[in-house]
């Protein structure tokens, strides 16, 4: 009985070996391994692995099976750390290839354990060595590591709101925005002639929101690399040629995926250089509109940038919301898409532009410009424009009152005082004005355009003083009061402009009864200022905006569900077509009045006063305001 069960158990157990030596489909263990190894050889390692998985399954000892599996894992796996275990095991037989360590150090550097990869990379270093360790890479792997442990932050991570997976062609459609920051477009013939792509090569190009700067990557034959192109539009609306961005943000290695902010002066892109943590990481750099230069491109560090390979960063018009694509936790040929809050804290300079125009004296182009911040004594700008075309550019440090100050030959020394508000990106075209009348009295005048979405339009910088009553206006020569004086600086009207409205105060009328953009006759009368005047004709209004092209229609649209459009009126002073809400007795009340119209959107509001309905100083007002109470 012992002999007959002995025999069954010795059968069973032949049974069993002979199954364990054949894999599915009648294949053989050694046939199978004979297979996953020629695939993996070719690299063709999603292939390979599921056969190796089921080897090491049958065999889990044997050190090949692990080597070649933890591989595939190390270089296809969604999870790396995975890969871990079996190449552990396959290092501790004698004959697993010296390359094990190489593999180890590339799972430990994607699992973030950076100090772990850097020995694996170091021992590997000392086995090839040192001459041969550039072949491998590892010296830019123990770089890697490094700058790792410097700008990746797992706790970070959580500040993930979405991830969705996606085909590697198809990923960008995954950028579910209602306002991106700029546009990703096919790129024109034109540009593509010019910065001398290759024959089949056809990039994409980001163009900013405000439609004024493109960037685009292609192939560059100074680095032999694709490198990033900037085009912009000038001053005049033309196109530039293509030009290479300096070697400050392009290097010997590939930079893709360029895009940029609102205004196109911040430039976010995907480089192996800079620092790289990994594969691609995302940079941010900030580009001077007056010395035409960039900053050094800063790694833009967790939950950004991993190990892996991470590009094509887009933020929101109100840099509240951004994507950005990665290979982390991904299989090959698949991409995840993630959302993430964001906002750039850093605050840019305000960049200006424009020219210099003397009216009556089209020949004088040259004059000096000092620019001073919050005091006569802090100067932040002391310039000549251009003699021949009257341009100049600055950069401004940031918010806050600003003094220009200018000297031209011939003139007395002219002063305007502007406040810039609390913003994060703007560029401003500011034309500076100087003239003469007939009967000598100078004045100067500055008209100021933001760039947005829609083009030009003007931010009315206004007199200082708005909140505390001090400073505005210049000093008038006894010709013309300073409410005139101050009149004429902030709607651009001439002397003889301001006399006219003198002489039609009565009626109400504006400077000449001109037309507004929209072809409709423009007034403004006491019946339209939705409000009682003082005696002296005096009345505040808070103005939400002024424009060349925008039609009443469009400022009404603005205004809907915001607050009551019927308190809306307007002013018309040749240059530009000015908007404005409330007519109120009191400056308390028109500070009221401010605050509800920033809350309700219109974060740049500020106070004008008008007398006899024409604009007046507003320190003057204030003043007559004060005093007319007490009275």
């Known amino acids: 009985m012992k002999k007959k069960l002995c025999t069954v158990v010795l059968l069973v157990a032949a049974m069993f070996v002979s199954v364990s030596t054949v894999i599915a489909g009648g294949e053989s263990e050694h046939q199978r391994a004979k297979t996953a190894e020629k695939m993996f050889l070719a690299k063709q390692y999603e292939k390979a692995a599921p056969l190796y998985a089921q080897l090491v399954s049958s065999n889990p000892k044997n050190y090949k099976y692990n080597y070649y599996y933890g591989i595939c894992l190390t270089i296809i796996g969604k999870d790396k750390s995975q890969a871990l275990p079996y190449l552990e095991a396959a290092l501790q037989h004698p004959k697993t290839p010296e390359e094990i360590y190489y593999y180890i150090g590339r799972a430990l550097h994607y699992t973030y354990r950076f100090d772990e990869a850097m020995r694996a990379f170091t021992e590997f270093n000392a086995i090839i060595g040192v001459k041969n360790a550039p072949k491998w890479g590892t010296p830019q792997l123990m770089e890697m590591c490094n700058n790792a442990k410097q700008f990746l932050d797992t706790t970070k991570l959580s500040s993930i709101t979405e991830k969705t997976e996606s085909a590697a062609y198809d990923f960008y459609n995954k950028y579910a925005f209602t306002q991106p920051n700029g546009k990703l477009l096919s790129m024109p013939d034109e540009i593509i002639n010019a910065s001398k792509s290759e ?151 305000v960049a200006i532009n424009g020219k210099f125009n003397c009216v009556g004296q089209p020949d004088l182009k040259q004059i000096h410009l000092v620019i001073t911040r919050d005091g006569e004594q802090n100067i932040v700008a002391d310039i000549m424009t251009d003699s021949v075309t009257g341009a100049y550019a600055v950069e401004l440090p940031g918010p806050g009152n600003y003094a220009f100050r200018i000297e031209a030959n011939g003139f007395q020394p002219h002063t305007e005082e502007l406040r810039f508000g609390e913003f994060s990106d703007r560029i401003y075209v500011q034309d500076i004005f100087l003239s003469r009348s007939m009967n000598g009295m100078e004045d100067m005048a500055i008209s100021n355009r933001r760039l947005t979405e829609s083009g030009f339009i003007d931010e009315s910088l206004t007199a200082m003083g708005e909140d505390d009553g001090s400073g505005g206006g210049t000093t008038s020569n006894g010709v013309y009061s300073e409410a005139d004086m101050a009149a004429m600086k ?126 007046m100083n507003l320190t003057e007002a204030i003043k007559m305001a004060q005093k007319a109470t007490k009275n």
């Open 199 to 349: 024959k089949d090569e056809r990039p994409t190009i980001f163009l900013s929101s405000n439609g004024r700067v493109m960037y685009y990557s292609s192939m560059s034959t100074e680095s032999n690399s694709r490198d990033i192109f900037r085009v912009e539009k000038d001053l005049d609306g033309n196109w530039t040629a293509p030009a290479r961005i300096a070697a400050m943000v392009n290097t010997s290695q590939d930079e893709l995926f360029p895009t940029c902010n609102s205004d196109g002066r911040i430039l976010y892109f995907s480089s192996r250089g800079h620092g790289s943590t990994g594969g691609f990481d995302i940079f941010k750099c900030y580009y001077n509109t007056v010395s035409k230069t960039w900053t050094k491109p800063e790694n833009m560090g967790s939950p950004y940038n991993s190990p892996d390979d991470d590009f094509c960063f887009v933020s929101s018009t109100n840099e509240q919301t951004a994507y950005f694509t990665s290979q982390r936790e991904t299989k090959p040929g698949i991409f995840t898409v993630y959302k993430v809050p964001y906002s750039n804290t850093e605050e840019l300079p």
């Open 490 to 615: 902030m709607s651009g009207l001439t002397p003889e402009m301001i006399a006219a409205n003198k002489a039609n105060a009565a009626t109400g009328t504006t400077a000449a009864g001109t037309t507004n953009p929209d072809g409709t006759t423009n007034t403004l009368n006491k019946s339209e200022m939705n409000g009682t005047t003082l005696s002296q004709g005096l009345i505040f209004k808070v103005q939400i905006g002024a424009f060349r092209k925008h039609t009443r229609e469009i400022v009404q649209k603005r205004l809907e569900k915001k607050t009551d459009k019927t308190m809306l009126s307007s002013y018309d002073d040749l240059t530009w077509l000015r908007f404005f809400m409330g007519g109120e007795i009191s400056y308390k009340s028109a500070k009221n009045l401010r605050e509800t119209l920033k809350q309700a959107g219109f974060s740049d509001a500020f106070i004008v006063a008008f007398k006899e309905s024409k604009p």
